[in-house]
């Protein structure tokens, strides 16, 4: 994207889950989108558009929905990889994720070759997985990602998976990670630096209480989440406040499964993830099929009242409240093997939970 201007379950199961209204306790997303008259801050707003939200404080505009790069690289070839990545773009989809470790690189190398003739019509992000190790690694990655991907620079460069509880020590060590994200913005390589993470507000909080100018800060964000180890509630008030832009991931529970289990539909999820005060919400598209489904609820997209919120999370709020609907937070199921590997743990075929 060109830059502009800076300024910073069977049907059983689902009548239960209908009919158990537990409260959630107090979201503090609430407030934030009550406070503001126009919290989202939609543009590009029409039946059959794909609206814009803000980039935190810059001048950017994304599209509600986002191209999750790991899913890219999961398609059955890169013929439909690349047809998803044509047709999403040609839709108004404007975010493009990836990550340097995504399928051994398949991933942003399928990426880069679809973008060719429009990289300048999408915000690519991708990120570096050095799990630990040092800045040197961190700017060789950099540089095997933008070859991969085709491309001189990144608009978006992020810390992946910060899901141990010494991450946050490591990456901000003397010679570590964050040292390559300072670095390789002076260089003009990229243009906004975040971090991700799926495992515990409080580690995200750690991150945060560096003071550090993150420009973005990704993390799970859907309507299960409020009952369990909640970033809704923890670290996106936090994340606004600051005036970073909040990127939400993991709108389905992770891989779909609360979904299987018939909890609520995929166009409830998303729905509900897009009402968050986020810049985008990243999802998994891996075939057509689930791309026209998106696409589907993005166009026209009006965000839930206050009160449809608060009801979705009461309906899930009994079945959510152990865990097992976001294994991502509850398990090691969804932990890469790098960051397996360099702290020390069993892979996943040895510990596959």
Not at 169 to 187: M, N, R, W
Not at 190 to 212: E, Q, S
Not at 263 to 277: F, N
């Amino acid at each position: 994207m060109k830059p502009q201007d800076n300024h910073s379950a069977g049907p059983d199961r689902r009548d239960f889950l209908q009919a158990s209204l537990v409260g959630a306790g107090a979201v503090l997303a609430v407030p934030l989108l009550a406070a503001a008259p126009d919290p989202l801050q939609l543009s590009d707003v029409g039946a059959d558009k794909i609206p814009r939200k803000p980039f935190g404080k810059t001048n950017e505009r994304l599209s509600v929905i986002g191209l999750g790069g790991f899913s890219i690289g999961s398609a059955p070839s890169y013929k439909e990889a690349e047809q998803i990545v044509h047709e999403a773009i040609d839709a108004g989809v404007n975010f493009c994720d990836n990550a340097w470790e995504y399928h051994d690189g398949r991933s942003e190398e399928w990426m880069g070759r679809a973008l060719k003739g429009r990289r300048d019509k999408v915000f690519l992000m991708t990120k570096v997985c050095t799990h630990g190790r040092d800045k040197k690694v961190a700017m060789q990655q950099l540089e095997e990602s933008l070859k991969r991907l085709q491309t001189d620079h990144l608009d978006l460069w992020q810390i992946h998976e910060v899901v141990y509880d010494n991450d946050p020590d490591l990456h901000f060590a003397k010679g570590g990670v964050v040292e390559a994200l300072e670095e390789a913005k002076k260089a003009g390589k990229v243009r906004y630096v975040g971090f991700t993470g799926h495992k515990h507000p409080n580690i995200h909080m750690k991150m945060l209480a560096h003071d550090f100018p993150f420009d973005s800060v990704q993390m799970p964000l859907n309507c299960f989440d409020a009952s369990y180890r909640s970033f809704e509630k923890e670290v996106l008030p936090e994340v606004v406040k600051r005036g970073m832009a909040g990127l939400g991931m993991k709108s389905m529970g992770g891989g779909g499964q609360p979904i299987l289990e018939g909890a609520i539909t995929p166009q409830e999820a998303l729905r509900y993830a897009m009402s968050l005060p986020v810049a985008v919400t990243i999802s998994g598209i891996d075939s057509l099929a689930v791309l026209h489904q998106n696409l589907a609820v993005a166009r026209g997209f009006t965000p839930m009242k206050l009160d449809e919120m608060e009801a979705l999370r009461k309906r899930c709020a009994k079945e959510a409240g152990d865990g097992h609907l976001e294994l991502y937070k509850s398990t090691k199921k969804y932990d890469g093997a790098l960051g397996r590997e360099q702290h020390g743990y069993p892979t996943v075929q040895e510990m596959p939970l």
